[in-house]
């Protein structure tokens, strides 16, 4: 071994756990490994004392005896295989040369390697370096994916706080009610719903489905909230608070089609709703049409239909209308809701969608919101969400 070879050997000073009942084969393999530059060595004379000293102490890698008085090295690795703290540590099986039958059954059970009695320096040399070598790697790996992990929660936390979770309730001046909630299929979503009042009784809504899912849409949907609240408030100045819906998203399409290489896009529903008429303008921006509540009658609120945003600058957009009466809910969503499976690959659908709604017409926007997600989760059940699922309810007339 090269003195660049022990210094680095020495300077990541990994710890080794010798399992041996045999103090002569003890101490050839203790001088073996100290002639490698091995120093920090600990030792355990049968399976019982590895397990307390593995559930105590930190270790890098085990060299374990297969035949052992109380707890033989089976007993030991099958004790490995149920602590999830231990797993990834490499066990590499001391036998004779008649025992290979029995370092087959020990790989089979999670042993990286072996060493036959007597031990040959060469291959002993070999085995440990490839064996903490590996554990090194997979330990990088480890801690890199731990700073994913961190970092996606940070950006779901920052994600999360730029929806609205405060919903206003209805007065006199606003008589209408808003519930909303997100639920992201992974820790970053690319769905995005909004709301906020452009004067004293005109409500901004939206809801939106990014392309793609991680952090690319995540970073799309920020940006496209910005928009359109940066938007609207400008068109809301320029056009003397007489803002178009067509042109608003008109302004937002052209602004998402620049430096948008990637061609990523957004399916919108935006409306503009006056809460205390119950008139609504809305644009339709390749998105899923909304429903419509009325006492017991659900239907679609199709219209004003254009294309997805972000591919197109010169796409152009128009203003539907729709005048609302009390009682009334709109409730738009993304194709999550419809297009989610349970374990049998089925979709909960439209038709299952409606037939909630149905059932839950008249009731309070939050209910009505919980009551779908509720049947969305036990329509589902234990199968892993595929596709974010985000859903916006508004009801005029609620105060």
């Given at each position: 071994?090269?003195?660049?070879?022990?210094?680095?050997?020495?300077?990541?000073?990994?710890?080794?756990?010798?399992?041996?009942?045999?103090?002569?084969?003890?101490y050839?393999?203790?001088?073996?490994?100290d002639?490698?530059?091995?120093?920090?060595?600990?030792?355990?004379?049968?399976?019982?004392?590895?397990?307390?000293?593995?559930?105590?102490?930190?270790?890098?890698?085990?060299?374990?005896?297969?035949?052992?008085?109380?707890?033989?090295?089976?007993?030991?690795?099958?004790?490995l295989?149920?602590?999830?703290r231990?797993?990834?540590?490499?066990?590499?099986?001391?036998?004779?040369?008649?025992?290979?039958?029995?370092?087959?059954?020990?790989?089979?059970?999670?042993?990286?390697?072996?060493?036959?009695?007597?031990?040959?320096?060469?291959?002993?040399?070999?085995r440990?370096?490839?064996?903490?070598?590996?554990?090194?790697?997979?330990?990088?790996i480890?801690?890199?994916?731990?700073?994913?992990?961190?970092?996606?929660?940070?950006?779901?936390?920052?994600?999360?706080?730029m929806?609205?979770?405060?919903?206003?309730?209805?007065?006199?001046?606003?008589?209408?009610?808003?519930?909303?909630?997100?639920?992201?299929?992974?820790?970053?979503?690319?769905?995005l719903?909004d709301?906020?009042?452009?004067?004293?009784?005109?409500?901004?809504?939206?809801?939106?489905?990014?392309?793609?899912?991680?952090?690319?849409?995540?970073?799309f949907?920020?940006?496209?909230?910005?928009?359109?609240?940066?938007?609207?408030?400008?068109?809301?100045?320029a056009?003397?608070?007489?803002?178009?819906?067509?042109?608003?998203?008109?302004?937002?399409?052209?602004?998402?089609?620049?430096?948008n290489?990637?061609m990523?896009?957004?399916?919108?529903?935006?409306?503009?709703?006056?809460?205390?008429?119950?008139?609504?303008?809305?644009?339709?921006?390749?998105?899923?049409?909304?429903?419509?509540?009325?006492?017991?009658?659900?239907?679609?609120?199709?219209?004003?239909?254009?294309?997805?945003?972000?591919?197109?600058?010169?796409?152009?957009?128009?203003?539907?209308?729709?005048?609302l009466?009390?009682?009334?809910?709109?409730?738009?969503?993304?194709?999550?809701?419809?297009?989610?499976?349970?374990?049998?690959?089925?979709?909960?659908?439209?038709?299952r969608?409606?037939?909630?709604l149905?059932?839950?017409?008249?009731?309070?926007?939050?209910?009505?919101?919980?009551?779908?997600?509720?049947?969305?989760?036990?329509?589902?059940?234990?199968?892993?969400?595929?596709?974010?699922?985000?859903m916006?309810?508004?009801?005029v007339?609620?105060?």
């Open positions: 071994m090269s003195g660049q070879d022990s210094l680095s050997i020495a300077s990541t000073t990994p710890r080794i756990l010798v399992v041996d009942d045999n103090d002569d084969n003890r050839t393999l203790m001088l073996y490994l002639l490698e530059g091995y120093t920090d060595i600990a030792i355990a004379h049968d399976g019982e004392e590895a397990i307390a000293r593995l559930s105590e102490d930190r270790f890098d890698l085990v060299l374990l005896d297969v035949m052992m008085p109380k707890i033989d090295g089976y007993g030991v690795l099958t004790w295989k149920g602590q999830q231990l797993n990834g540590l490499p066990v590499i099986m001391i036998s004779a040369l008649d025992e290979i039958a029995s370092v087959v059954r020990c790989i089979e059970l999670g042993a990286v390697d072996y060493l036959a009695k007597p031990f040959n320096p060469v291959l002993l040399r070999a440990l370096g490839a064996s903490l070598e590996k554990k090194r790697l997979q330990d990088e480890r801690a890199h994916l731990t700073r994913l992990e961190e970092e996606l929660e940070a950006a779901r936390r920052l994600q999360m706080s929806l609205p979770d405060a919903f206003p309730p209805p007065s006199s001046e606003r008589p209408a009610e808003i519930f909303a909630m997100m639920e992201p299929a992974r820790q970053v979503g690319g769905d719903y709301f906020f009042y452009i004067d004293a009784a005109r409500l901004c809504f939206l809801i939106g489905d990014v392309s793609g899912k991680g952090m690319p849409a995540a970073l949907m920020a940006r496209t909230k910005s928009l359109i609240r940066i938007v609207t408030e400008f068109a809301e100045a056009c003397g608070g007489t803002a178009d819906a067509a042109g608003i998203i008109g302004r937002v399409n052209r602004e998402l089609c620049q430096n290489s990637d990523m896009f957004v399916t919108m529903f935006f409306g503009l709703l006056d809460t205390r008429t119950g008139a609504l303008a809305f644009c339709n921006a390749g998105h899923n049409p909304p429903y419509r509540l009325k006492k017991d009658a659900v239907t679609a609120l199709d219209g004003a239909r254009g294309l997805i945003l972000g591919v197109a600058p010169d796409a152009v957009y128009e203003t539907g209308h729709v005048a009466d009390p009682g009334d809910t709109l409730y738009v969503f993304t194709d999550g809701v419809t297009e989610a499976e349970n374990a049998a690959f089925e979709q909960f659908a439209e038709d969608l409606e037939a909630v149905r059932a839950a017409s008249g009731l309070p926007s939050a209910d009505l919101v919980k009551s779908v997600s509720a049947a969305l989760s036990a329509f589902v059940g234990t199968a892993a969400a595929s596709d974010d699922i985000t916006l309810a508004v009801r007339g609620a105060a």
